[in-house]
């Protein structure tokens, strides 16, 4: 059997779970160390079976595990001078984010004010992009043209917009997964929607 080895940083930030013991998370995840200093910023590692370390852009990469959900973001800042600038942060099984309902046109979706004349909803979703969670669906009501001037209003009158649907969000993932910020958790269970 061919051992799947790979380089993974030998520094960890914890980012938002500060709780994470980076090698005892490694041992939890399967993944072995083989060699802790392979050189000033890497370790080598034998990974568990289907797992890979993927290249998304020279200077960032994920660990995803055999179903191709990213286990955690490996940023690489090659030209720094300080080897902790590559670092390994986990990531939790669910994220949230914002979704245009209807209506937007597809050339239109990258650009960030016209978004905002458009009924949206926050959406859970799991590491494989699937919704778990859909929140009731927010509007602003435009008053005038958005422009450079008055955008920084807007963006404000967005979130605010928002706030109720983020909160239900956040309580949907309470209630059905408590832990859901620990970068640990939930990944082998299966995905409650609604």
């Known amino acids: 059997m061919t051992t799947n080895t790979a380089l993974l940083p030998i520094h960890h ?89 209807e209506g937007m046109p597809e050339e239109k979706k990258h650009l960030w004010k016209e978004r905002y004349a458009y009924p949206f909803h926050y959406e859970v979703k799991d590491a494989l992009n699937t919704v778990a969670f859909t929140s009731s669906t927010c509007q602003m009501s435009l008053a005038e043209e958005i422009t450079k001037e008055n955008l920084a209003k807007y963006e404000w009158e967005y979130g605010e917009a928002g706030e109720n649907a983020r909160k239900e969000c956040h309580d949907w993932l309470d209630t059905n997964y408590p832990d859901w910020k620990n970068p640990l958790a939930y990944w082998e269970e299966p995905v409650i929607s609604n």
């Open 13 to 101: 930030r914890p980012e938002k779970y500060k709780n994470v013991d980076y090698l005892e998370a490694l041992k939890q995840k399967g993944i072995e160390i083989i060699n802790p200093k392979e050189n000033d910023r890497f370790m080598k590692v034998a990974l568990p079976e289907g797992w890979k370390v993927n290249e998304h852009l020279s200077m960032l990469q994920s660990l995803e595990d055999e179903k191709g959900r990213a286990q955690a973001a490996i940023p690489i800042n090659s030209s720094s001078p300080n080897p902790k600038d590559t670092y390994l942060y986990f990531l939790p099984r669910f994220t949230m984010s914002d979704s245009i309902v």
